[in-house]
Protein backbone atom coordinates (compact mmCIF):
# COMPACT_ATOMS: atom_id res chain seq x y z
CA UNK A 1 0.00 0.00 0.00
CA UNK A 2 1.46 3.29 -1.25
CA UNK A 3 1.08 6.53 0.67
CA UNK A 4 0.25 10.32 -1.05
CA UNK A 5 2.85 11.99 0.01
CA UNK A 6 2.82 15.69 1.65
CA UNK A 7 4.95 18.44 2.18
CA UNK A 8 6.42 19.62 5.22
CA UNK A 9 3.86 22.74 5.47
CA UNK A 10 1.12 21.21 5.49
CA UNK A 11 2.02 19.18 8.76
CA UNK A 12 -0.19 20.58 11.88
CA UNK A 13 1.52 23.90 13.71
CA UNK A 14 2.16 21.72 16.79
CA UNK A 15 3.89 18.87 15.26
CA UNK A 16 6.37 21.47 13.79
CA UNK A 17 6.85 22.86 17.34
CA UNK A 18 7.51 19.47 18.58
CA UNK A 19 10.26 18.78 15.88
CA UNK A 20 11.87 21.94 16.47
CA UNK A 21 12.31 21.00 20.36
CA UNK A 22 14.47 18.52 19.11
CA UNK A 23 16.41 20.45 16.24
CA UNK A 24 16.03 24.10 16.77
CA UNK A 25 13.91 26.36 13.79
CA UNK A 26 13.20 24.46 10.73
CA UNK A 27 14.94 26.76 7.96
CA UNK A 28 14.21 24.77 4.80
CA UNK A 29 12.59 21.54 4.57
CA UNK A 30 12.65 19.37 1.02
CA UNK A 31 9.82 16.23 0.35
CA UNK A 32 12.10 14.06 -0.83
CA UNK A 33 10.30 11.94 -3.70
CA UNK A 34 11.80 8.69 -3.22
CA UNK A 35 9.74 5.81 -1.61
CA UNK A 36 6.04 5.18 -1.13
CA UNK A 37 5.88 3.52 2.80
CA UNK A 38 5.97 7.61 4.45
CA UNK A 39 3.11 10.29 4.52
CA UNK A 40 6.44 12.60 4.92
CA UNK A 41 9.53 12.49 3.79
CA UNK A 42 11.90 15.54 3.79
CA UNK A 43 15.10 16.57 4.44
CA UNK A 44 15.13 19.57 7.38
CA UNK A 45 17.31 22.04 7.48
CA UNK A 46 17.94 24.25 10.69
CA UNK A 47 21.25 26.69 11.19
CA UNK A 48 23.47 24.07 12.23
CA UNK A 49 22.76 20.35 11.12
CA UNK A 50 20.63 18.76 8.55
CA UNK A 51 18.12 15.69 9.75
CA UNK A 52 15.84 13.48 7.43
CA UNK A 53 12.39 13.17 8.44
CA UNK A 54 9.88 10.46 8.20
CA UNK A 55 6.26 9.62 9.00
CA UNK A 56 2.91 8.87 9.00
CA UNK A 57 -0.30 9.60 11.11
CA UNK A 58 -0.54 7.22 13.94
CA UNK A 59 -3.55 5.45 12.55
CA UNK A 60 -2.89 4.94 9.59
CA UNK A 61 -2.82 0.98 8.92
CA UNK A 62 0.91 0.96 7.74
CA UNK A 63 2.27 2.52 11.15
CA UNK A 64 3.27 -0.62 12.58
CA UNK A 65 5.86 -0.68 9.79
CA UNK A 66 7.29 2.28 11.57
CA UNK A 67 7.03 1.39 14.77
CA UNK A 68 9.41 -1.46 13.55
CA UNK A 69 11.70 0.43 12.05
CA UNK A 70 11.98 2.95 15.35
CA UNK A 71 12.01 -0.53 17.51
CA UNK A 72 15.38 -2.31 15.44
CA UNK A 73 17.41 0.75 14.82
CA UNK A 74 19.01 0.57 18.19
CA UNK A 75 20.23 -2.59 16.74
CA UNK A 76 21.52 -1.88 13.12
CA UNK A 77 22.40 1.45 13.75
CA UNK A 78 24.69 2.89 13.54
CA UNK A 79 26.72 -0.28 12.06
CA UNK A 80 24.48 -0.40 8.78
CA UNK A 81 21.88 2.05 8.92
CA UNK A 82 21.29 5.24 9.64
CA UNK A 83 20.52 6.49 13.63
CA UNK A 84 16.96 7.41 14.63
CA UNK A 85 18.10 10.97 16.68
CA UNK A 86 14.66 11.57 18.25
CA UNK A 87 11.18 10.81 17.82
CA UNK A 88 8.43 12.91 17.78
CA UNK A 89 4.52 11.68 18.11
CA UNK A 90 2.11 14.63 18.83
CA UNK A 91 -1.11 15.65 16.70
CA UNK A 92 -1.95 11.96 15.90
CA UNK A 93 1.47 12.48 13.70
CA UNK A 94 4.24 9.55 14.12
CA UNK A 95 7.46 10.99 13.03
CA UNK A 96 11.36 9.63 13.28
CA UNK A 97 14.33 12.17 12.58
CA UNK A 98 17.28 10.66 11.55
CA UNK A 99 20.79 11.24 10.79
CA UNK A 100 21.30 12.57 7.37
CA UNK A 101 23.50 10.19 5.47
CA UNK A 102 24.34 10.95 1.60
CA UNK A 103 24.89 8.36 -1.00
CA UNK A 104 23.28 6.86 -4.11
CA UNK A 105 20.52 3.73 -4.63
CA UNK A 106 22.79 0.67 -5.81
CA UNK A 107 22.90 -0.92 -9.30
CA UNK A 108 21.76 -4.23 -9.40
CA UNK A 109 22.04 -4.83 -12.94
CA UNK A 110 23.55 -7.54 -14.87
CA UNK A 111 27.78 -6.65 -14.44
CA UNK A 112 27.26 -4.01 -12.02
CA UNK A 113 30.30 -2.68 -10.20
CA UNK A 114 27.94 -2.03 -6.94
CA UNK A 115 26.81 -5.67 -6.53
CA UNK A 116 30.22 -6.05 -4.32
CA UNK A 117 29.63 -3.28 -2.06
CA UNK A 118 25.95 -4.62 -1.94
CA UNK A 119 27.30 -8.76 -0.88
CA UNK A 120 30.07 -6.39 1.41
CA UNK A 121 26.04 -5.17 3.60
CA UNK A 122 24.74 -8.51 3.28
CA UNK A 123 27.37 -10.16 4.80
CA UNK A 124 27.80 -7.51 7.34
CA UNK A 125 24.13 -7.77 8.16
CA UNK A 126 24.65 -11.40 8.98
CA UNK A 127 26.79 -10.72 11.67
CA UNK A 128 25.07 -8.38 13.39
CA UNK A 129 23.61 -9.46 17.50
CA UNK A 130 20.19 -11.12 17.40
CA UNK A 131 17.54 -8.64 18.95
CA UNK A 132 14.78 -10.59 21.52
CA UNK A 133 12.06 -11.86 20.17
CA UNK A 134 10.10 -9.13 22.06
CA UNK A 135 11.81 -6.84 19.17
CA UNK A 136 11.16 -8.28 16.60
CA UNK A 137 9.29 -11.50 14.65
CA UNK A 138 10.67 -14.82 13.00
CA UNK A 139 10.45 -16.32 9.75
CA UNK A 140 8.08 -18.53 10.42
CA UNK A 141 5.72 -16.28 12.07
CA UNK A 142 5.74 -14.14 8.93
CA UNK A 143 6.12 -16.79 6.26
CA UNK A 144 5.34 -20.33 7.75
CA UNK A 145 2.13 -20.02 6.04
CA UNK A 146 3.11 -19.74 2.47
CA UNK A 147 5.40 -23.51 2.98
CA UNK A 148 4.62 -26.83 3.37
CA UNK A 149 3.30 -27.79 6.50
CA UNK A 150 6.64 -30.42 7.14
CA UNK A 151 9.05 -26.96 6.95
CA UNK A 152 8.40 -25.84 10.04
CA UNK A 153 11.28 -27.30 11.71
CA UNK A 154 13.63 -26.12 9.20
CA UNK A 155 12.19 -22.61 9.78
CA UNK A 156 13.56 -22.53 13.91
CA UNK A 157 17.03 -23.51 12.31
CA UNK A 158 18.22 -20.04 12.26
CA UNK A 159 18.27 -17.17 14.56
CA UNK A 160 20.26 -14.55 11.91
CA UNK A 161 18.92 -11.14 11.67
CA UNK A 162 17.17 -10.44 8.09
CA UNK A 163 16.12 -7.46 6.68
CA UNK A 164 13.65 -9.14 3.95
CA UNK A 165 13.88 -6.47 1.62
CA UNK A 166 17.12 -5.84 0.09
CA UNK A 167 15.60 -3.94 -2.95
CA UNK A 168 17.95 -1.36 -4.61
CA UNK A 169 16.10 1.95 -3.43
CA UNK A 170 16.98 0.11 -0.03
CA UNK A 171 20.76 0.25 -0.56
CA UNK A 172 22.66 3.49 -0.48
CA UNK A 173 26.27 3.80 -1.21
CA UNK A 174 28.18 6.47 -0.18
CA UNK A 175 31.69 8.05 -1.15
CA UNK A 176 33.22 6.37 2.47
CA UNK A 177 30.51 3.79 3.38
CA UNK A 178 27.57 2.40 2.92
CA UNK A 179 23.70 2.03 4.14
CA UNK A 180 20.73 -0.33 4.83
CA UNK A 181 17.71 1.91 4.77
CA UNK A 182 13.99 1.54 5.56
CA UNK A 183 14.17 -1.79 8.11
CA UNK A 184 9.91 -1.80 8.22
CA UNK A 185 10.21 -5.73 7.84
CA UNK A 186 13.02 -6.66 10.05
CA UNK A 187 12.65 -10.51 11.01
CA UNK A 188 14.66 -13.30 12.80
CA UNK A 189 15.22 -16.36 11.01
CA UNK A 190 17.54 -18.81 8.65
CA UNK A 191 20.64 -16.65 7.18
CA UNK A 192 20.02 -18.01 3.64
CA UNK A 193 16.57 -15.55 3.86
CA UNK A 194 18.00 -12.72 2.57
CA UNK A 195 20.44 -13.99 -0.16
CA UNK A 196 17.38 -15.56 -1.59
CA UNK A 197 15.60 -12.10 -0.91
CA UNK A 198 18.34 -10.76 -2.90
CA UNK A 199 18.46 -13.42 -5.67
CA UNK A 200 14.83 -12.15 -6.64
CA UNK A 201 15.71 -8.68 -6.35
CA UNK A 202 18.55 -9.56 -9.05
CA UNK A 203 16.51 -10.98 -11.00
CA UNK A 204 13.81 -8.35 -10.84
CA UNK A 205 16.74 -6.03 -12.47
CA UNK A 206 17.47 -8.20 -15.26
CA UNK A 207 19.74 -11.20 -14.16
CA UNK A 208 18.52 -14.59 -15.13
CA UNK A 209 18.12 -17.00 -12.34
CA UNK A 210 21.37 -18.95 -12.61
CA UNK A 211 23.01 -15.51 -13.01
CA UNK A 212 21.65 -14.42 -9.46
CA UNK A 213 22.50 -17.36 -7.81
CA UNK A 214 25.97 -17.18 -9.03
CA UNK A 215 26.16 -13.75 -7.70
CA UNK A 216 24.83 -14.50 -4.30
CA UNK A 217 26.16 -17.84 -4.01
CA UNK A 218 29.47 -16.78 -2.19
CA UNK A 219 27.53 -15.43 1.00
CA UNK A 220 28.70 -17.56 4.02
CA UNK A 221 24.92 -18.31 4.64
CA UNK A 222 24.90 -20.24 1.02
CA UNK A 223 28.28 -21.55 1.19
CA UNK A 224 27.09 -23.36 4.38
CA UNK A 225 24.02 -24.39 3.23
CA UNK A 226 25.09 -25.88 -0.26
CA UNK A 227 25.77 -30.11 -0.24
CA UNK A 228 29.06 -30.11 -2.17
CA UNK A 229 28.15 -30.58 -5.80
CA UNK A 230 25.20 -29.43 -5.75
CA UNK A 231 25.09 -25.91 -7.42
CA UNK A 232 23.82 -27.65 -11.18
CA UNK A 233 20.00 -27.15 -10.26
CA UNK A 234 18.88 -23.14 -10.09
CA UNK A 235 15.28 -22.72 -9.10
CA UNK A 236 14.73 -26.61 -10.21
CA UNK A 237 11.82 -26.32 -12.70
CA UNK A 238 10.21 -22.99 -11.04
CA UNK A 239 13.06 -21.13 -12.67
CA UNK A 240 11.10 -20.37 -15.78
CA UNK A 241 8.18 -19.31 -13.26
CA UNK A 242 10.22 -16.84 -11.49
CA UNK A 243 12.32 -14.91 -14.78
CA UNK A 244 8.39 -14.86 -16.84
CA UNK A 245 6.82 -13.21 -13.19
CA UNK A 246 9.86 -10.90 -13.61
CA UNK A 247 9.72 -10.24 -17.41
CA UNK A 248 5.59 -9.44 -17.18
CA UNK A 249 5.54 -7.88 -13.74
CA UNK A 250 8.52 -6.54 -11.55
CA UNK A 251 6.94 -5.93 -8.26
CA UNK A 252 8.48 -5.92 -4.72
CA UNK A 253 7.75 -9.11 -2.74
CA UNK A 254 6.53 -7.79 0.10
CA UNK A 255 4.58 -5.02 -0.61
CA UNK A 256 2.39 -6.79 -3.12
CA UNK A 257 -0.65 -8.18 -1.42
CA UNK A 258 -2.28 -10.11 -4.37
CA UNK A 259 -1.93 -13.16 -6.12
CA UNK A 260 1.39 -12.13 -8.14
CA UNK A 261 3.25 -10.82 -4.01
CA UNK A 262 2.07 -14.66 -2.52
CA UNK A 263 3.51 -16.38 -5.28
CA UNK A 264 6.71 -14.47 -5.25
CA UNK A 265 7.06 -15.11 -1.33
CA UNK A 266 6.31 -18.88 -2.29
CA UNK A 267 8.86 -19.17 -4.75
CA UNK A 268 11.11 -17.72 -2.04
CA UNK A 269 10.19 -19.73 0.46
CA UNK A 270 9.70 -23.00 -1.86
CA UNK A 271 13.73 -22.01 -3.28
CA UNK A 272 15.11 -21.62 -0.03
CA UNK A 273 13.97 -23.94 1.95
CA UNK A 274 15.38 -26.48 -0.81
CA UNK A 275 18.50 -24.95 -1.76
CA UNK A 276 20.44 -23.94 1.57
CA UNK A 277 18.13 -24.92 4.41
CA UNK A 278 19.08 -28.44 6.35
CA UNK A 279 16.63 -31.19 6.01
CA UNK A 280 15.88 -33.38 8.91
CA UNK A 281 19.13 -34.92 9.38
CA UNK A 282 21.41 -31.58 9.43
CA UNK A 283 22.48 -31.85 5.80
CA UNK A 284 22.55 -28.72 3.53
CA UNK A 285 19.83 -27.92 1.24
CA UNK A 286 18.91 -30.05 -1.11
CA UNK A 287 18.69 -28.80 -4.73
CA UNK A 288 15.11 -30.97 -5.22
CA UNK A 289 13.03 -29.96 -8.19
CA UNK A 290 10.26 -28.18 -6.62
CA UNK A 291 6.62 -27.73 -8.32
CA UNK A 292 6.01 -25.55 -10.37
CA UNK A 293 3.50 -22.81 -9.26
CA UNK A 294 1.17 -20.67 -11.47
CA UNK A 295 0.65 -17.18 -10.21
CA UNK A 296 -3.53 -17.89 -10.16
CA UNK A 297 -2.69 -20.86 -7.97
CA UNK A 298 -1.46 -19.02 -5.59
CA UNK A 299 -4.24 -18.32 -2.39
CA UNK A 300 -2.06 -18.47 0.37
CA UNK A 301 -3.15 -15.48 3.41
CA UNK A 302 -1.82 -12.48 2.72
CA UNK A 303 1.87 -11.32 3.73
CA UNK A 304 2.49 -9.74 7.21
Not at 28 to 52: H, M, P
Not at 154 to 167: K, S, V
Not at 282 to 304: E, F, M, N, T, Y
Given at each position: ?????????????????????????????E???GG?????A???????Q?????????????????Q???????????????T?????Q??????????????????????????????????E????????????????Q???A??D????E????????????????????????????????P?????????????????????????A?????????????????????????????????????????????????????????????N???????????????I??????????????
Amino acid sequence: MSMSRIDWEYLPEHVHHAVEAHTGPVIKAETVSGGKNSQIAACVSTADQLVFVKGMPSDHPQHPSQQREAAINPYVAPRLAPTILWRVQDSGWDLLGFENVSGRQADYGPRSPDLPRVLQLAGELAQVETPPASVVRSVEQRWAAHADPGAAERWRAGRTLLHTDLASHNVLLGETRDWLIDWAWPTVGPAWVDPVVLILRLMEAGHTAAQADMVCGVLPACLAGRRPGGGGVVLGCQRAPVEEHYRARPRTVEAAHGPHGRAMVQLLVGYGLNRYAPDSRGRGGRDRRIRPLAVSQAKRPALS
